[in-house]
């Protein structure tokens, strides 16, 4: 019968064998001697002391050196550590033992190994002598490293080799004698990253980890470019409770290319300032205009510019005060630019923006939305000036399950001072009222199988008078990209609030809806065009010319015939179907995991023609293929093209990718990606998912 025997609560002779901070608890099959300072548990044995657990065959226990000497299937758990082996000695109190032959298990990281012995030299803290350490399994590892000494110190969270030799399919391939790596958050040295690319050559960058504090830590990254120099890159991230960001610093000294210093920062902070107030700030800056094209992969940016890393016609840099409560959005704001694309013209800065934006309800269905803004322009070119703009409006909505109607009356009103005017007046006033009826239709099915169908008719009728605007500059107006919901706005043919477009029309649409009886949507279309009853209108420069009796029709739809399948499509032709305007398409196939296949087409009359191809597959057991395909059809060469081949092979995992762009202003560059990541213990190249979600919509390499 087996025994339970609790020393510290029931006998003496067990309470002296006590740690003096915890209890001992044995579980056995048999105890001799016990009560004489020495005894011995055979038979399926269990020692529970603090946190740990002993399991053994047999066990002895000496008083009088309190220690513990454990034979035959020897099984040590402790707090993410689990050991194996023949033979241990433990001395209880003190922490500390020895292990023969043991093998190990590191818990969180799937790390395991083997040594000739082992010791706890203090709680928490091993050494493993003429051991390995790897996180793939197998008799012969992927890879693994072997070292003359390994030291485990789980009270930091940090491993350390001497004399280490990396093995690679049982072959040695690198030696260190020293190496460290951290189990959780640390500081020290990182995998470096290695690249190439047509216009910097082979590069090399060793990062260093600095963890300052809990919530706040550095890298300090020296990137070597065999055309370039030395380049010292830095990121600084922070996060407490109501504030974060990160700050990039990026330095190149004499440039070998440029002759001169090269050098970028970006700086993004988010506060919650209490009581409804923000504030957040996005400030970048680059030395000269192609430093994205050159150093966009190695550089710390991606969400601070339009048209993507390397392609960027301006960077943008903004930061604001803002206050919002359950009625009221108000802030204050400045907004400025660098211009990088030659010959290209940035937006207007503008410095400051102060705005107040309200709604409030009205009764039962009505309300009242207010929005009001006071910009200051500013360029180093052209006219410049301050602008009031005050857009109240009061709308009513009515609302049942078969429909709903809405009117709704609008003022735009705008006050100029304008500097540098010429050939503009000095103060320019603009009141204009707008009229909107709106209204639609739901027409619903069952079907008898359990599927809906949505029909949805739906119309608006604005009224804006007409009125000449070219005596008011363009700061931020723009024609926008025109799409089906875009017909239903009051001002559908421009963004910005400099030109305010005349209307007498009316809109109409038809939207539809197929869901399955799953609920899966099979699919949604939608098409829709204005009738003007006004033959005349404003163009961007403010002038007055003639207009059509119809705009163009504007269609979107999505199909999804399987689960898998994804078809979407949106279009513009002109008034009469024999002209297309504009056309997107694309197919997508997602089959599984790490299973895509994207197919596109692009087309704006005058401005673009392209269509494209990519996917990723799995070509065999562990591999996987990618690739993506960009080609100009009107100038009839490739714009991008990218292959790459990726291999998981569990505890390790590798992938590259060959890259070819054509850059703003017809530059071209080509660049390889190569990552090698040895799991549980560090990565060596550069990460490339941010480069596959842009170009293999869908696809993304999980190592």
Known sequence: MRMALLGALLLPGMAMAAAVESPVTLYADQVQGLGSGHWTATGHVEVLYGDRRLYADTVRYDQTRDEITADGHVRMISPGLETDAPKATIHLQANEGVVVHPRYLLEAQQGHGHAESGRELSKDHYQLNEACYTTCHGQKPAWQLRSSQINLNQNDNYVSTRNTTLDVLGLPVFWMPYLSFPLKRHSGFLAPSVGSSTINGFYLGIPYYFDIARNMDDTLTVNYFTRRGVMLQNEFRYLEPNYSGKLYLDLLPSDQLTHRNVWAISWQHNQNLGDGFSFNADYNRVSYKNFLSDFGGAAGFGSSFVGGIGNAPYISSSGGLYYNDAHISAGATLQGYQELAPGGAAPYSQLPRLFADGYWRVGRNGYFDWHSSFNYFSASTGPTGQRLDLTPTLGWRFSRGWGFLEPRARLYYSHYQIQHNAPYARAVNRTLPALSLKGGLNFVRYGSNGSTALLQPLFKYTYIPLQSQSNIPIFDASQPYQDFPMIFEDNSLY??????????????????????????????????????????????????????????????????????????????????????????????????????????????????????????????????????????????????????????????????????????????????????VLRGLTSLGNASNALLSQYVPGASMEF
């Open 495 to 676: 963004t910005g609030a400099d030109r305010i477009n005349a209307a007498n029309q009316v809109a109409l649409g038809l939207r539809g809806t197929w869901l399955t009886p799953s609920g899966r949507q099979l699919w949604q279309a939608a098409v829709g065009q204005i009738r003007y009853f006004n033959h005349r209108q404003i163009n961007l420069a403010g002038d007055i010319v003639p207009q059509n009796q119809q705009s163009n029709y504007f269609l979107e739809g999505q199909y999804a015939p399987l689960p898998d399948i994804n078809l979407i499509a949106s279009s513009q032709t002109n008034a009469l179907w024999n002209q297309l305007e504009r056309l997107n398409l694309r197919a997508q196939w997602l089959p599984g995991p790490q299973r895509v296949i994207n197919l596109d087409y692009r087309f704006t009359r005058g401005f673009v023609d392209q269509t494209g191809v990519s996917g990723a597959w799995p070509i065999y057991k562990r591999w996987q293929a990618l690739a993506s395909y960009q080609y100009d059809v009107t100038d009839r060469k490739p714009l991008e093209e990218l292959v790459g081949i990726g291999y998981d092979g569990g505890c390790w995992a590798a992938h590259m990718m060959v890259y070819h762009q054509i850059l703003l202003g017809g530059q071209s560059n080509n660049a390889v990606y190569l990552e090698i």
